[in-house]
């Protein structure tokens, strides 16, 4: 009981470190991070709930952990590639200011 | 009879066949253009979800559509459900994306482009089915992300820096929206130990833990609605959008959260719902009524007045909740408030779309859409300036438009439960919405010195087809004015029997 307890403290605690993360942080790629973070946060939490019922450890939450993992990586691939495009389009404004 | 036997393959089916075409799409890369096998698609939609509607309207069957994917009921596996509601938003979303998807056959004339953007575009489509249909707390987070990054991935279509970074924008309060979503889904899983919403609908109380999950979710949603003071990211994620693109954005996907947020607020978790919060929606609503009409007026560029007019549209939906909570009754019988939202919702979409298309053809024709350089084009582009005046018909409310309709509705909801403070900010918001609408028509229309200007704007003409696609989406705005007995009809019946 006290393990799953600050299991879900942790929990809530990472989501509401990445959440403080994403609005101060100025650079993308700290912003992504801290997406990432909260996310992580939500899987802990949804850890911690397998173990919340009265004996057997309950599979769900791991099944939805795993399909979260694949949205986050996803959704951090298509914000890298997104950042990246930017920057070129900027670098490339540098380097010939006429254009 | 036989319709009864397929109906419950229906559901599936519909979900089914936007992810086959987008599959398609994705092989045919090479294919160019595809008109025909995208209309087709677009053709299937429609009568899937035509088949859906008439078999939850007729007078025997059931009013609610379920389907249990490969066997496994709840709690375990995963439900599709389907009610009258759910029905007309895929219809809705069916018939926008037939013209939508002809349109986009002639406006992506870019090869690459267009080989990027169909799998896309289906996806979105497969997302929206996904989220309507979905009887699933975990299931809709899947849905909405798919909608989610397949809309970021369709703004940044156009590949210039401020479509760029309108997409990452969008895809950052999207990822946040969604993780609020599955932190407060994790919260109710916690305390019920289930994701099946109808069982959820019947086990959840009214205790902190279901509060604290029902503000997570519903902020989360609301990120994803922009409702003011959440709608910071829309205007230049819309605005800088493909065309075809923006008309879905504006049309659907916002309307997607916000058909969710109708599901949790009251149908799932009315227990955990207070009069204050729900008048607190109201408030929200109204501000973004009045703010998005301010800035639709001040703005310099068309598709930006469109897209700032989306938010106060956005904000007269969330009216629904202070005028269902008051009259608790109200909006399970014909005339409510759940009806007449439905209404707006489907109003809106097709006049928004129909003006998205109108911007566009403008802007294809010009090459750009600062709105003082459009002076006096009335005489050159007549389709286009009367599509956009019939679709802001339907949004300022005028009769006989079906906006008319849902704002008529609605303020007889508002006086018959006593709230006329909410008929004061219908009716106010509707005068706004006619100053920006006029403004432009006022512009397009001054003929003082409309030679010279033609002469130097070099128009290149519109085709045919992509004009009367905004056209017909006016059009159907203004028709659904004229029978809107089948639909009011349609929802009071399954509003009646989930009471």
């Known amino acids: 009981m006290t393990q799953e307890l600050i299991y879900s403290v942790t929990g809530i605690a990472l989501f509401a470190i990445g959440l403080f993360g994403l609005i101060v942080a100025g650079h993308i790629v700290r912003k992504l991070v801290a997406i990432n973070m909260m996310g992580i946060g939500v899987f802990m939490l949804f850890l911690a709930t397998a173990l919340h019922g009265p004996d057997t450890v309950d599979p769900i939450p791991h099944a939805l952990v795993l399909t979260g993992i694949v949205v986050a990586v996803a959704g951090t691939c298509l914000c890298l590639w997104l950042a990246i495009s930017i920057s070129k389009l900027d670098n490339e404004k540098r380097k010939n200011p006429q254009q | 009879m036989t319709l009864q036997f397929i109906a419950p393959y229906l559901l599936p089916a519909i979900v089914t066949v936007p992810l086959l075409a987008a599959i398609c799409n994705f092989l045919m890369a090479s294919h160019h253009p595809r008109l025909a096998l995208n209309a087709l698609f677009g053709l299937a939609q429609v009568l899937l979800a035509g088949l859906l509607l008439i078999a939850l309207s007729l007078p025997d069957t059931v009013v609610e559509m379920r389907y249990i994917l490969a066997g496994w009921s709840a709690p375990l596996g995963i439900e599709l ?11 809705t979303t069916a018939v926008l994306y037939l013209v939508l998807s002809v349109y986009s056959a002639l406006y992506f004339t870019d090869k690459n482009k267009g080989a990027r953007f169909w799998p896309l575009w289906w996806l979105l489509a497969t997302g929206l089915n996904g989220v309507f249909l979905a009887g699933d707390a975990f299931n809709i987070y899947v849905t909405l992300e798919i909608i989610g990054l397949a809309s970021v991935a369709l703004i940044a279509l156009s590949g210039d820096r401020a479509a760029l970074v309108a997409a990452l924008r969008y895809a950052l309060v999207g990822l946040l929206g969604s993780l609020c979503y599955l932190l407060g889904v994790a919260l109710l899983y916690r305390a019920y130990g289930t994701l099946d919403l109808a069982q959820l609908a ?9 509060w604290a999950a029902l503000s997570l979710i519903s902020v989360g949603l609301l990120l994803k609605t922009a409702l003011l003071p959440l709608h910071f990211w829309l205007p230049p994620a819309h605005a800088s959008a493909p065309v075809p693109v923006s008309a879905v954005l504006s049309g659907l996907v916002v309307k997607a959260s916000f058909y969710l947020m109708v599901r949790f607020w009251l149908d799932i978790l009315p227990v955990a719902t207070t009069t ?3 008048q607190l929606l109201g408030v929200l609503g109204t501000a973004a009524i009045f703010w998005g009409c301010i800035s639709a007026y001040r703005a310099h560029r068309l598709k930006v007045m469109v897209a700032y007019s989306t938010v106060a549209q956005v904000g ?9 909570a008051t009259s608790i009754d109200a909006w399970k019988v014909s005339g409510g408030a759940l009806a007449a939202i439905v209404y707006f919702v489907v109003a809106h979409a097709l006049a928004k779309s129909a003006m998205f298309i109108a911007a566009g053809n403008i802007m294809f024709s010009y090459r750009h859409d600062d709105i003082d350089g459009l002076r006096g084009i009335a005489r050159e582009q007549p389709l286009d300036v009367f599509t956009f005046a019939i ?3 339907s949004l300022i409310g005028l009769p006989p438009s079906a906006g008319f309709i849902a704002k008529w509705l609605l303020l007889g909801g508002a006086i018959s439960s006593g709230q006329w403070w909410w008929a ?4 106010f918001g509707g005068l706004l919405a006619a100053a920006y609408i006029f403004r432009f028509l006022n ?3 001054d003929q003082s010195q409309a030679a010279e200007l033609s002469a130097q704007r070099h128009a290149r003409p519109v085709p045919l087809t992509m004009a009367l696609c905004g056209l017909a989406l006016a059009v159907m705005a203004i028709l659904m004015g004229f029978n809107a007995g089948w639909m009011l009809e349609l929802l009071s019946v399954s509003a009646a029997v989930s009471a």
Do not use: K, Q, R
């Not at chain 2, 004061?424 to 009716?427: M, P, R, S």
């Open chain 2, 81 to 91: 459900i389907a009610d009258g509601l759910a029905a007309i938003l895929l219809m």
């Open chain 2, 202 to 210: 019947s086990l959840a109380e009214a205790n902190p833990l279901t």
């Open chain 2, 276 to 278: 204050l919060a729900l």
């Open chain 2, 316 to 324: 007269y939906l969330f009216l629904l909740f202070p005028l269902s």
């Open chain 2, 391 to 393: 679709a802001g018909a």
């Open chain 2, 424 to 427: 004061a900010a219908i009716l």
């Open chain 2, 443 to 445: 512009v397009v229309f």
